[in-house]
């Protein structure tokens, strides 16, 4: 059993920055992976970006260049660097941890990007 506390969100003018955290409650050093995921209202849930256990990172094409993934596995935490923030970010965003086998989810962060 794992669980996994987001942080961060909030209410950012356009081209302002946030920095989510994914904290788990167990070590994250043997997670096949561990990503962001959002959604928006009336909208499916869409990969933001991913970190395998090897270290590769995955992105959306519509957050390349301006998010960034990493992890501190002697924290347990996952982040989630975003810059250049835009009103199309608007979404709740979720973090995730890939075991085998199963996926396990965080409650999620609102982020808010005002135009």
């Known amino acids: 059993q794992v669980q996994l506390v987001e942080s961060g969100g909030g209410l950012v003018q356009a081209g302002g920055s946030l920095r989510l955290s994914c904290a788990a409650s167990r070590s994250i050093f043997s997670f096949n992976a561990m990503g962001w995921y959002r959604q928006a209202p009336g909208k499916e849930r869409e990969l933001v970006a991913r970190i395998n256990s090897g270290g590769s990172i995955t992105y959306a094409d519509s957050v390349k260049g301006r998010f960034t993934i990493s992890r501190d596995n002697a924290k347990n935490t996952v982040y989630l660097q975003m810059n250049s923030l835009k009103a199309e970010d608007t979404a709740v965003y979720h973090c995730?941890?890939?075991?085998?086998?199963?996926?396990?989810w965080g409650q999620g962060t609102q982020v808010t990007v005002s135009s």
């Open positions: 995730n941890a890939r075991l085998p086998g199963y996926d396990y």
